[in-house]
């Protein structure tokens, strides 16, 4: 396949796509960053800490825990939580690493620095699409960038109670957009398959398992069950 | 100092997971982990979908969710599109909820 040979560092076009390829999840992030804002402002952060946060830290699902535990928790196990609830973040990292192979060094630090789910999603689409590029999820990622740290200060600023967003199907903008993006994988039985045993091992997993370790979990084992049923394909066809 | 230390703290464990795997692949990976790639995507897409589709926060009906995520998931099959499917998705809750 020579992946690295497809390596490319895109144009400022790239670039451009990248960031556009983002605006339908904006509406989602910019619901939740309000809300946020709002919750940081109930546990005590300042409007300016709460945006400090998401300027630094920019990891939804990571802030919404650590508010969670802000007033009972030490800062070790704060930390600790935000590194068991981004550790999904490696098997996204060990996915894209191979279309950055060949780039000049200083794109890896710079592209990972603001990789979320959101960003990681839309990249890797466009790579499997074959218009993918360094430039294009720098793009992807500067777009998600762009409204959560500001949507987190609105919210601060403002501080009123905001009606919870599942009533309005908000929190749905992400999985439906998701969907759109994960057909584009769906290549063969096999993959199918790998998504439907990752769908059904992730609602199992998030019923027992705190926090995200379900995404990583179900990722983790229904990819490497891809690699199994290619195992057992083969077999099958030499007998 | 201590909220400074916090989110400093929050703000390397992050940066730690998502520069880990980006850094560490420095060649062209072998055969068995390209094979194992190649699923990752899928996986790690619907593992983020699935539980937010079936599960229902607070009071709102989970039929207007299972609906809205059916219609999504029928028009990102037919399109592999990001827009059908959220606008698809979202009208059917908002239909469904309001009836």
Same mark, same amino acid.
């Given at each position: 396949?020579?992946? !690295? ?48 946060? !998401?300027?630094?830290?920019?990891? =939804? ?35 894209? @690493?191979?279309?950055?192979? =060949? ?30 590029? @360094?430039?294009?999820?720098? =793009? ?64 199992? =997993?998030?019923?027992?398992? !705190? ?11 229904? !990819? ?16 | ?9 929050? +703000? ?39 539980? +937010? ?47």
């Amino acid at each position: 396949m020579g992946l !690295s040979k497809q390596a490319r560092q895109g144009t400022f076009t790239d670039f451009r796509r990248g960031l556009i390829a983002t605006v339908p999840l904006i509406p989602g992030v910019v619901v939740f960053g309000l809300l946020y804002g709002v919750m940081a402002r109930q546990v005590g952060l300042s409007p300016w800490e709460t945006w400090a946060m !998401s300027l630094v830290v920019h990891a =939804g699902s990571a802030q919404f825990t650590a508010l969670g535990m802000w007033a009972s928790a030490g800062t070790g196990a704060i930390v600790l939580t935000t590194l068991a609830i981004n550790l999904r973040h490696l098997l996204m990292g060990a996915s894209v @690493a191979p279309h950055l192979l =060949g780039l000049p060094q200083r794109w890896r630090p710079l592209l990972a620095l603001w990789m979320s789910d959101e960003s990681y999603a839309v990249s890797i689409t466009a790579y499997r699409q074959g218009i993918g590029s @360094a430039a294009y999820f720098l =793009g992807a990622n500067v777009g998600i960038y762009l409204a959560w740290p500001a949507s987190g200060l609105v919210g601060a600023l403002l501080g009123t109670v905001l009606p919870d967003p599942a009533r309005y199907g908000l929190d749905l903008v992400f999985p439906l957009a998701f969907l759109g993006l994960l057909m584009a994988f769906i290549e063969d039985r096999k993959t199918a398959a790998v998504a439907v045993v990752a769908g059904l091992l992730a609602i199992v =997993g998030s019923r027992i398992l !705190s926090g995200q370790w379900h995404v990583l979990v179900a990722g983790l084992l229904a !990819s490497l069950g891809g690699i199994l049923l290619e195992e057992v394909e083969r077999m099958w066809r030499r007998r | 100092m201590e909220t400074a230390l916090r989110i400093a703290g929050m +703000a390397l464990a992050t940066f730690f997971t998502r520069y880990a795997m980006i850094a560490m692949v420095g060649r062209e990976p072998s055969a068995l982990f390209r094979r194992w790639l190649r699923y990752v995507p899928a996986a790690l897409l619907a593992a983020l979908i699935a539980p +937010a589709a079936l599960t229902s926060p607070g009071e709102v009906s989970i039929h207007a969710r299972w609906a809205a995520m059916g219609v999504g998931a029928l028009l990102a099959w037919r399109t592999r599109q990001v827009l059908p499917s959220l606008a698809g998705g979202l009208v059917t809750f908002w239909v469904l909820s309001i009836l």
